[in-house]
Nanobody, 125 residues
Framework: QVQLVESGGGSVQAGGSLRLSCAPS?????MGWFRQAPGKEREAVAS????????YADSVKGRFIISRDDDAKNTLYLQMNSLVPEDTAMYYC?????????????????????WGQGTQVTVSS
């Protein structure tokens, strides 16, 4: 069983930045960040495959950067810049182990088998 521990959430004013971290207990092929605002569906934010390829939701392209540090026990990061109130949500780290999916990122929730508990991000105007 893979355990994911997120950190780095908090409150920030619009235009500010935050960096989220996710420490997995073991290596998985691909990882991603999702978010869920109150009353809304969980949506993809960004993903990274084992090849290093990345993919982003249109709403965060150019503002968020996903990365993974293989020297730091495969810790996953999400650098969030130019934050807007619409980015307010619970952010979840996810990890996937599907062999056929291993090289490429995925923004599909169904591709992920493991989920963290979430970390809250609140952006005020």
């Amino acid at each position: 069983q893979v355990q994911l521990v997120e950190s780095g959430g908090g409150s920030v004013q619009a235009g500010g930045s935050l960096r989220l971290s996710c420490a997995p207990s073991v290596y998985t092929y691909y990882m991603g960040w999702f978010r869920q605002a109150p009353g809304k569906e969980r949506e993809a934010v960004a993903s990274i495959g084992s090849s290093g390829m990345t993919d982003y939701a249109d709403s965060v392209k150019g503002r968020f950067i996903i990365s993974r540090d293989d020297d730091a026990k495969n810790t996953l990061y999400l650098q969030m810049n130019s934050l807007v109130p619409e980015d307010t949500a619970m952010y979840y780290c996810a990890a996937g182990s599907l062999y056929d999916q291993r090289f490429v990122p995925s923004l599909a929730k169904e591709a992920y088998q493991y989920w963290g508990q979430g970390t809250q991000v609140t952006v005020s105007s």
